[in-house]
């Protein structure tokens, strides 16, 4: 009695009930599938969140009003980082609970020039005030688009959100200075203004004010429910003459010097801040600073969660295969009760019916997993809720492993009930 | 052949089931039988014919007594040692054939000998040999419920002797038959004592009885008859006027 002999047995046995051994190897697939697929898809979500994170630049911080005093509702300000919703991550002082905060300053350009000072911010690289004026109508010779953000700044900003450009040039501080209206485009402006022609040097008008594009920016690549492309960054003046007027600006992006004095450069920026908004002691800061290396991290460990959150969803319904293989395997070794004596009889020693049993079912299970290994690995290939799944190869090792693990797990108690009969009961049996 | 009887039981009894449902199917059964014997037990139904033959077969373990297979104590056996026992000593043939179902006539000769480790290509010769020496050398092929029932037990007897065992048990082989088949069965059982080979059968039939070389009569689980109608070294007496020697 060879190995080779038990799984030829094992499959005469399964292909005797082949559909019952379809519909067991079925609950495995499915289960094998699900684990492979959902943790596909975690995977695929947690690297599409790191991606749009990094896409925000490296080493940056975020600075924007807050509207933590309440009263003034969530909704004023969209652009800003994400503001409103009461809770924010300051503590509030007792008395700005109760009412809404009159004082609070919004964000301007001195602001931003005091962050600048290399004396009080030996952290910070560059400031780059930022106003931003949502779905702007752009057209060129008769052509029309709605640019989703239009970008007012200063030329460091390029750096700092990490938008390098592409073809032609940035601005520079001196189109700054003059107020030029010329502007750099994302690549989806591009392509629907512009199509094949060339974009460089064309004017185009955004909100009925002409501007000349001198660069366009290089392609981030889509992140989900936003297109990071359909972006036009001017020179901060040009689009404050134009479009926001010069009151407060809707961000400050700033640099740090390296990814390791990025805390640093975020208390400086909090000592300057508070100084210049008079917020002192409990009282709760009027602005917020966004630290995209601290949300990274956030996010990472939100992701993993709701990574092995999904696995174990779908490690559910490989342990309810495996209880479908237990199942299968008590009624077929019932079922068989007679030729498990018949075998007995003849001088079948226990080992060789607990091997073909044990073989039947883990093969139930190896099968199972195999094809679920299959159909998870080609159904991470197509989009799924707009997140495109990368499949985590540990994670199939791991479903094929406990698939024949629960094969054997779950096969063995009706195994070892078949190799335990007694011959003349098994053979009694009706 | 003076060495160990091919079975020796001593003082077997056997009980079902316990307090008022007890059933005392055998009673201080003592039987020995020599090599190349060929014994016909019989006895109404109930009389403890199957118990016992369960017990000489060690499918079934006795309450009481010993019983001994060439000398060796079935007892003191473990779980391995009995089925190795069972493969290699005992050819076992049922009234219901007993083959494994949606195997081959191949397949199920072929089974006691995987079970027993022989190598397959030898395997396979000898399966084809026993289902020859049976008259079925054209029916390998073919799937239980595909063979006649006095083939399928020709089957069953290809695979009893298809490992030389010292012992053939057969309870009621040709119960479910007809003449003809019955006929067949019998005449290659009569064959195989002619070879050589220990017989002991199951039958309530007169007639089947009058193959054997020596008769076995029990009541209520004791033997109350044990009779030879043919010499213990001779032919089987069906066979002996058809074969001059
Ligand atoms: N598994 C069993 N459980 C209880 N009683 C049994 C069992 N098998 C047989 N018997 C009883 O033992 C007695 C002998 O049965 P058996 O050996 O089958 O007789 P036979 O084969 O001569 O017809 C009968 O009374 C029968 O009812
Ligand atoms: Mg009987």
Known sequence: MNALEVVRFAVRGLAANKMRSALTTLGILIGVAAVILLVAVGEGTSQSIQQNIQRLGSNTLTVSQSFAGGGRGGGMGGQAVPAGGGGGAVARAPQAATGPRTQARELTLDDARALADAAAAPSVKSVSPVVTAASQAATYEGTSHTISQLVGTYPSYFEASNKPVAEGSYF?????????????????VAENLFGSVDPLGKRITVAGVPFTVVGVLKESGSSGFQDADDIAVAPLPAVQQSLTGFGSLGQIVVQARSAASVDAAQTEISQILDQRHGITGTATADYRILNQAALQETVSAATATFTVLLGAVAAISLLVGGIGITNIMLVTVTERTREIGIRKAIGAPRGAILGQFLAEATMLSLVGGLLGAAVGVLGAQFTIAGVRPVVVPASIALALGVSVAIGLFFGSYPANRAAKLRPIEALRHE | MTAAPVLDVRAVGKVYGAGDAQVRALREVSLSVEHGDFVAIMGASGSGKSTLMNILGCLDVPTSGRYLVDGTDVGRLDERRLAVLRNRKIGFVFQSFNLVPRMSALANVELPLAYGGVAAGVRRARALAALERVGLADRVRHDPNELSGGQQQRVAVARALVTAPSLLLADEPTGNLDTA?????LSILDGLNDAG????????????????KRIVRLVDGRIVEDRRQAALDGPPPRLAPAVPR
Do not use: P
Request: hydrophobic share 45%; proline share 0%.
């Open chain 1, 172 to 188: 520079f501080n001196d189109d700054v200075l003059a107020a030029r209206k010329i502007i750099v485009i994302g690549r989806t």
């Open chain 2, 181 to 185: 088949s019955t006929a067949d069965v």
């Open chain 2, 197 to 212: 080979r220990t017989i002991v059968m199951i039958t309530h039939e007169d007639d089947v009885a009058t193959h054997a």
